[in-house]
């Protein structure tokens, strides 16, 4: 048996976790979209502004990612996973909350990329104390004006 190289194992996988995750995704299809970020990467820092239609959630606000860690690079790697929180603030004052992102990408495909979030449990203030809940992310690239990413949170919340 010939040893495989240990890209080759991440690979490989990083696309055995895609498919199960993909296989998952599709009984977790009925899960409401509960927001959108949209995420400008060119600007210095990068602007990330969400909206969304949920009853538990404002309307809209800002998004401050702060990356954790992540393994593989696009330049050596078909694929990369990442790891971060992102800080998620009301525009209309209502208060805020921390949720976990867990993701990766595929770069040979090069659409965007797919994982997972859950609310940080007691990081929400003012209306959203106490909030919880999680689900699935699917972020899609795009190059429509200044935005490159478009992160979709499917799930459910609940206070």
Do not use: Q
């Amino acid at each position: 048996m010939r040893p495989r190289s240990p890209s080759m194992r991440v690979v490989t996988a990083l696309g055995a976790s895609l498919l199960l995750l993909a296989i998952s995704a599709g009984s977790a299809a009925a899960a409401p979209e509960l927001f959108t970020i949209e995420i400008d990467l060119d600007s210095d820092p990068a602007v990330e502004t969400f909206e969304s239609d949920s009853p538990l959630l404002c309307d809209s606000g800002t998004a401050t990612t702060f990356f954790d860690h992540a393994g593989g690079r696009e330049d050596v790697s078909r694929a990369a996973t990442f790891h971060l929180v992102k800080l998620i603030e009301c525009d209309d004052g209502s208060g805020s909350f921390v949720i976990t992102v867990n993701a990766a990408a595929n770069f040979v495909v090069g659409v965007g990329t797919v994982g997972g979030w859950s609310v940080v449990p007691g990081s929400g203030t003012g209306d959203y104390t106490g909030l919880v809940g999680g689900g699935r992310v699917v972020g899609i690239n795009t190059t429509e004006g200044d935005i490159d990413l478009v992160d979709h949170y499917y799930g459910s919340l609940r206070r």
